[in-house]
């Protein structure tokens, strides 16, 4: 986590506290994730995820096209050795499997590029040079270079990166991708120049496709809604206030497209649905339906 943003004094930590001996310090006050949860070190406090209140709770039906656009075209693509592979049943089973399992690798090389991008962000915000293997890497060397254009184009000042952010009143952590001021952002949505804008950045799609999706200013919603942050040496701070439009960087190898997001309290109610939807899938959902009913056997002395 970087961050550079000046807040407040530290914020008290709330909840009830641990019966651990030893109180954490330094970076091990910063929560991280596992399995779905915040924990906040030192507390009993456990904070639902934000990405997955939002994996969980929001339908995604545009996914589901996806993938299956995604393996009607690998079939095609490869038809010749399906067709092979469906005369042996162990071939079959092999090209079956890598057949279905196309989305899983797409995700995978996304995630791959979008952790890079991530860090070389982060490098930048910390005024490191950008890693060398990034810039000889034929497949990020474009994301790179199209972010640093994005940076000097919109006078981009960055206050955080990779920020663990809180509610702890209504449940849930994440961490933000960045916070950052834009002098032609600002101008363009008639905010003064210094507005804090919280922003995240999406690498999927393409330019003149869809590529940003409603779903993330429910995202950021949250982000602005947080109590607390935590800074880069572990420090918990109230959150800075940010204005309730964000900004999705677009960023892809041909280009990119700055694309602003509504992120306000009437979006910030529908991420709190869909937390209440999460909520239901994880607990609630499991004890709705009984099992079946069946006559009771009548007895020979009732029948009587």
Not at 77 to 92: F, I
Not at 234 to 248: C, E
Not at 272 to 282: G, K, L, T, V, Y
Request: proline share 7%; hydrophobic share 40%; with cysteine.
């Amino acid at each position: 986590m970087t961050t550079t943003v000046q807040a407040g004094a530290q914020a008290p930590a709330a909840g009830r506290r641990s019966r651990t001996k030893q109180e954490p310090t330094g970076t091990d006050r910063i929560p991280r994730p596992s399995q779905g949860w915040y924990r906040v070190p030192g507390t009993d406090i456990k904070l639902r995820r934000v990405t997955t209140i939002l994996s969980t709770g929001f339908p995604k039906p545009q996914l589901v096209f996806w993938a299956a656009n995604l393996t009607a075209t690998d079939a095609f693509a490869n038809l010749p050795r399906l067709v092979a592979a469906s005369l042996n049943p162990a071939d079959k089973q092999e090209a079956y499997d890598w057949l279905r399992k196309g989305h899983i690798r797409k995700k995978d090389e996304r995630a791959d590029i979008g952790g890079a991008v991530h860090d070389v962000i982060e490098a930048h915000v910390l005024g490191q040079p950008v890693p060398e293997n990034f810039l000889t890497d034929e497949q990020i060397a474009p994301y790179v270079d199209n972010f640093l254009r994005f940076v000097t184009d919109w006078e981009i000042e960055f206050e955080a990166s990779e920020m663990v952010v809180g509610n702890l009143t209504d449940g849930w952590a994440g961490t933000l991708d960045y916070l950052f001021r834009s002098r032609p952002i600002a101008h363009l949505l008639k905010v003064p120049p210094q507005t804090l804008f919280v922003g995240d950045t999406k690498t999927g799609g393409e330019l003149d496709e869809k590529g940003v999706y409603p779903e993330a200013g429910a995202q950021m919603s949250a982000y602005r809604r947080a109590e607390v942050c935590w800074l880069r040496d572990g420090t918990q701070v109230p959150m800075p206030r940010v204005h309730d439009i964000g900004i999705v960087l677009h960023l892809r190898p041909e280009g990119f497209r700055v694309m602003p997001l509504k992120c306000g309290d009437d979006v910030y109610a529908v991420f709190r649905h869909a937390q209440a939807i999460a909520e239901f899938q994880r607990v609630l959902s499991k004890t709705v339906v009984g099992e079946a009913l069946a006559l009771p056997r009548i007895t020979e002395e009732r029948a009587a």
